[in-house]
């Protein structure tokens, strides 16, 4: 008789998969991320996306291949535990969790700012209960399964996608080439600016991992897996590499880095400055819906990793509970939303793309650590690809500040403790 836990139905087909993988990836990078990173390194953050992307792509092929050969829930949690040892899976799953909870909660509290700019409310009443209100909802969405949680990021993919499509074309009359300069960032530091840059456009790429922690539940994951993920960073490429041309060549590197600290929706305010009227609050529109497909999908991610960890005793065997259809974990889900709920009601999270960064990074390295370790067999592409990805994230890694970095590797410590502890308690006998 088999021991083996029961797995979730396989209901996300290719389709699917890279709109899941959009919904996951066009949100808080392209309306925040990209103005940051325009801060850094001036008019270059057009190069810091192109650096940032083809890094992204080693470790999407890495992911892929991966998740492939290795279809279960849990994303590199899975895969560290498989081909490298206990600690180093617990390690990436401990540093998700650490990255992509915050994230969740920031993007709640990022879709009440907008709803309530949209209506011209300056001040924070209202913003704890809409934020609540957007957990609470979607939640319910992701409870009823993979299908229906599907459908309604296809409609949120949809309309986000239709509002920066809209800030491109009608942004590219007002652009101008004396804008892209200073090319380099105005205090001169050159690469050392450039680099923290792509470390930080690196994270705004990297939703693309949310088709491979969904690989229970992928229709023909050998095929659809690989090709999902490589079509979503194809388009996320393009998209940003438009975004942020449009966006610095009609409002300046320094202005579009000022809004971005000064503002709520940054793309909004350089949309009002365009002949067409209409820019505006469609982009307005594209920003709500964004913040809402990345909420939903940080739900479905990060409650598969806590099914995964609950299957292997890293946290309460109850989360590895399916319902009775075999659609959802119904129990990580219901703690993954509370977990977000009890962030958003502080009312003032604040996480850092630099923070995210770190801990993305440290993922992602043991992602292409796993790769090195696939069998000719199973290796779908050449071994320099995880040599590459590896390298990459580990140099990019030591160039976000010092204070992120002591605090990152600090928590990461503490997971550790905890993995050494909790399985005492909860491992499965």
């Known amino acids: 008789m088999s021991t083996d836990p029961p797995a979730l139905r396989r209901e996300v087909g290719l389709g699917a998969a890279v709109l899941l993988g959009l919904g996951s990836i066009v949100g808080t990078g392209v309306f925040v991320s990209i103005g940051i990173a325009a801060g850094i390194t001036g008019g270059s953050v057009i190069l810091a996306v192109g650096l940032a992307g083809v890094l992204a792509t080693c470790n999407g092929l ?22 490298l040892t206990p600690a180093l899976g617990f390690t990436a799953g401990w540093a ?64 986000t996608l239709g509002a920066l499509a809209v800030f491109v074309f009608a942004g590219l009359p007002e652009l101008s080439p004396d804008r892209f300069r200073p090319f380099y960032a105005p205090n001169g530091s050159g690469a050392a600016s450039l680099l923290e840059a792509t470390a930080l456009m690196f994270v705004a790429y990297t939703g693309y991992g949310r088709i491979a922690t969904l690989g229970e539940e992928v229709t023909e994951p050998r095929r659809t897996i690989p090709r999902a993920i490589v079509t979503t960073l194809v388009v996320s490429f393009v998209l940003y590499a438009a975004v942020a041309a449009v966006a610095v060549g009609a409002a300046g590197a320094a202005g579009f880095a000022s809004l971005t600290d000064t503002t709520v929706a940054p793309l909004e305010e350089i949309a009002r400055s365009f002949t067409f009227d ?152």
């Open 62 to 83: 890495n992911s892929a291949q991966l998740a492939a050969s290795h279809p279960v829930s849990g994303g590199t949690y899975e895969y560290g535990y498989r081909y």
């Open 96 to 159: 998700f969790l650490l990255a992509k909870s915050a994230s969740a909660a920031t993007a709640a509290l990022g879709f009440a700012g907008y709803v309530r700019s949209s209506f011209g409310v300056e001040d924070s009443v209202g913003l704890v209960p809409l934020g609540l209100g957007a957990v609470a909802g979607l939640t319910v969405v992701v409870l009823t399964g993979i299908r229906r949680s599907a459908a309604v990021n296809a409609a949120i993919v949809a309309l």
């Open 278 to 429: 209409a820019a505006a609050p469609i982009v307005a529109i594209g920003a709500v819906t964004a913040m809402l497909g990345v909420l939903l999908n940080l739900i479905l991610g990060l409650s598969r990793v806590v099914l995964a960890m609950g299957r292997r005793g890293d946290a309460p065997a109850a989360t590895a509970r399916l319902d009775a259809r075999g659609l959802t974990p119904f129990v990580a889900v219901l703690a993954v939303g509370a977990g977000i709920a009890a962030l958003v009601a502080f009312g003032n999270v604040r996480t850092t793309w630099t923070f995210s960064a770190f801990t993305v990074l440290v993922y992602y390295a043991i992602t292409n650590l796993a790769a090195l370790r696939i069998s000719a067999a199973d290796r779908r592409f050449p071994r320099w690809v995880a040599v590459a990805g590896l390298s990459g994230c580990l140099f990019l890694a030591f160039w976000v500040p010092v204070a992120i970095l002591l605090t990152g590797i600090g928590l990461l410590g503490l997971g550790l403790g905890w993995h050494v502890l909790g399985r005492r308690r909860f491992a499965p006998s």
